[in-house]
């Protein structure tokens, strides 16, 4: 039975990889911290208590490195996936050393205590389309420049060079995805497209009456995640490791997703959607769309569930909650 450790296990794409990888066949080891076991009831929201008697949690924190290498030790996996991360990208000033810090720190921790205890293993590292930041070209594939306009790019930009050196130079069969944003009803509610749909949702049963927004006009390209955790397996499973853009190649703006969102609830998003100057990102990433033909060709990924599918799982979820 092969064996995965999963940093960020409790996060939206950790749940999704676990089950993928359950009916898989793998045995499971995540990494949480203290308080997610103390408290599993937040720590733990987004699996059901099935779920937790089939994983193995081991406690464990990015920056401190003895209790990393404790885990792999312990765990001794065949594959490790690299998900943990400060993952939202606004923030305050105070913040941005505390991201740098633990993103970038913590990936250098767990790559030096896989090549002291499991230096067979395979090794994914979460990217993300923020390294491309004010991109200069689009779409934008593996071979595009990077140009990180938020310090959670330069983080991941860091430890995207990072994981290549580990890989060139100590020989660990490690890689990294470069994922484009993606969602489903497991997102956290700072981000985005969480906050429009469970307010939507809110709005519809009279619970709330608007929602305040920064940028509409601003766009992404927006994938499912229980599509992009396949990716991730599929990349480990190659014999030659290699790195992959995984995307739609589809971009919408925020307002479109408003639309969407409010109009399978029957409602209509001008009617209560209010922009607000202190939402608008002081450097916005020009418009971020991705060309996943590499990993088409080479894994035979491509996404599965579409934009809207995504948004009327999202809202249905959102109701079924509320209600
Ligand atoms: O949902 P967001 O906060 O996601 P963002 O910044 O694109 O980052 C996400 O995707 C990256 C790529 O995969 C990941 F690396 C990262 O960890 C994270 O998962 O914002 C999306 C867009 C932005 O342009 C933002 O300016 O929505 C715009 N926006 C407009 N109003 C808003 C709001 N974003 C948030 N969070 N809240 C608003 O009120």
Known sequence: MPRALIT??????????????????????????????????HGLWRFSSEMIDNITLHIGSLDSYPSLYDCVSKAKPDEIYHLAACSFVSYSMEEEFSTLDINLTGTHHLLSATKANAPDCRFYFA???????????????????????????????????LVRNYRENHALKACTGILFNHESPRRGFEFVTRKITSQAARIKLGLADSLELGNLDAERDWGHSRDYVKAMWLMLQKEELDDYVISTGISH???????????????????????????????????????????????????????????????????ADLQ
């Not at 950790?14 to 308080?35: A, W």
């Not at 420049?145 to 330069?154: A, E, K, L, Q």
């Not at 996943?292 to 599965?304: H, N, V, Y």
């Open 253 to 319: 703006s925020v307002r479109c997703y408003c639309e969407k969102a409010f109009a399978h609830l029957g409602l209509d998003y001008r009617d209560y959607v209010k922009t607000k100057e202190n939402l608008f990102r002081a450097s916005e990433t020009t418009p971020l769309r991705g060309d996943s033909s590499k990993a088409a060709k080479e894994l035979g990924w491509k996404p599965e569930i579409s934009f809207d599918q995504m948004i009327a799982e999202m809202v249905d979820a959102e109701l």
């Open 127 to 161: 990217g993300s389309s923020e390294m491309f930041g004010d991109a200069r070209e689009c779409p934008q594939n593996e071979n595009s420049s990077f140009h990180p306009r938020s310090v959670y790019g330069i983080s991941k930009l860091a430890g995207f060079h």
């Open 8 to 41: 960020g296990i409790s996060g939206q794409d950790g749940s999704y990889l676990s089950e993928f990888l359950l009916s898989k066949g793998y045995e499971i080891h995540g990494i949480v911290r203290r308080k997610a076991i103390e408290d599993p009831r």
